[in-house]
C-alpha cells in the first residue's frame, strides 16, 4: 500500500534524496517527466495538439521537460506560460533553455488551449501555499473550460496537497501522474474530483527516509 504523504514530507524526501544521496533534482525532475510522457503515449488521448500549461517552478520545469520528451515523441506541444517570470526557478530556466534547441512554442497564448486536444497542466503541485488568483486563476478557469481532456504533473493545480481543499479555484483534471508517493490531497475533500484517474509514480528513485 503507497503511503499518503504531505507536502511538506515530499519536500523532505525530495531534498534528501537530491541533498544527502546525491541524485541531481534534474534527474529526478526528468524521471518525473517520463512517467507522465509515457503516461500519455500509453494512453488513448488524441495527441493532435498537445498544450501544456506551465508555472515558473519546478512543477512547471516538470511541463516544459514534458513538453520536450513529446516532442521528440513525434508530438506537435507548445507551451502557454503563467504566472510571474521573475519567480523561474533554477530548474524551470534549465528546461526552458533545453526546450530552445527543439524548436519548441514556449510562448503560447491561452487561446491555444480552443485548438488543445488534450491539455497538460503545470501551473503548480506541491508548492501551492496560498488562494489562487490573477492570471493563475485565469488560465485554470480556461483550462477548465475548453472542455479537454487534462493530464495534471503531480497535483490538479489549486488543490492543497496535504487538505484536498481548493485554493480558490482549480483544474478538474481528467487524470493525474503524481511523483514517488500520493499526496493526502488527492485523497480527501476535493481532491479525488479534481484529480480524476490518479497513477502514482513510484519508481522516481526519491529515497523514503521513513
Ligand atoms: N517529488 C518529486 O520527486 C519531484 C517533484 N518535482 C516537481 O516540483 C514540484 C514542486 O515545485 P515547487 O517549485 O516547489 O512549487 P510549484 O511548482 O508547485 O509552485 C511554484 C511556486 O508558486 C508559488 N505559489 C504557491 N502558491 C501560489 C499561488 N496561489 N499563486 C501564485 N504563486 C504561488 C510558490 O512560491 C511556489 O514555489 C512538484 O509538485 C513536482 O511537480 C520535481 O520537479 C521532480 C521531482
Ligand atoms: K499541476
Do not use: W
Amino acid at each position: 500500500m503507497n503511503k499518503l504523504v504531505t507536502a511538506s514530507e515530499m519536500k523532505h524526501f525530495d531534498s534528501y534524496t537530491i541533498n544527502t544521496i546525491g541524485i541531481p533534482s534534474l534527474v529526478l525532475m526528468e524521471r518525473a517527466s517520463l512517467a507522465v510522457r509515457d503516461f500519455i503515449l500509453n494512453s488513448n488521448y488524441d495527441l493532435t495538439n498537445v498544450v501544456v500549461v506551465a508555472g515558473y517552478g519546478n512543477n512547471g520545469g516538470d511541463g516544459l521537460c514534458v513538453a520536450r520528451l513529446l516532442k521528440i515523441a513525434g508530438v506537435h506541444v507548445s507551451v502557454v506560460p503563467v504566472g510571474n517570470s521573475d519567480h523561474e526557478s533554477v530548474e524551470h530556466a534549465t528546461q526552458s533553455k533545453i526546450c530552445q534547441y527543439y524548436q519548441i512554442d514556449l510562448n503560447a497564448k491561452l487561446a491555444a488551449l480552443e485548438h488543445a486536444t488534450l491539455v497538460v497542466d503545470a501551473i503548480f503541485g506541491i508548492g501551492i501555499d496560498r488562494t489562487v488568483l490573477g492570471a493563475q486563476a485565469t488560465a485554470i478557469d480556461k483550462i477548465n473550460q475548453s472542455n479537454t481532456p487534462v493530464i495534471a504533473v503531480d497535483m490538479p493545480s489549486g488543490i492543497n496537497t496535504d487538505t484536498g481543499e481548493l485554493m480558490g479555484t482549480a483544474v478538474k483534471a481528467t487524470a493525474t501522474v503524481t511523483f514517488a508517493f500520493n499526496k493526502i490531497g488527492l485523497t480527501i475533500v476535493a481532491g479525488p474530483t479534481y484529480a480524476g484517474n490518479v497513477t502514482i509514480a513510484d519508481d522516481m528513485g526519491t529515497y523514503d527516509i521513513a
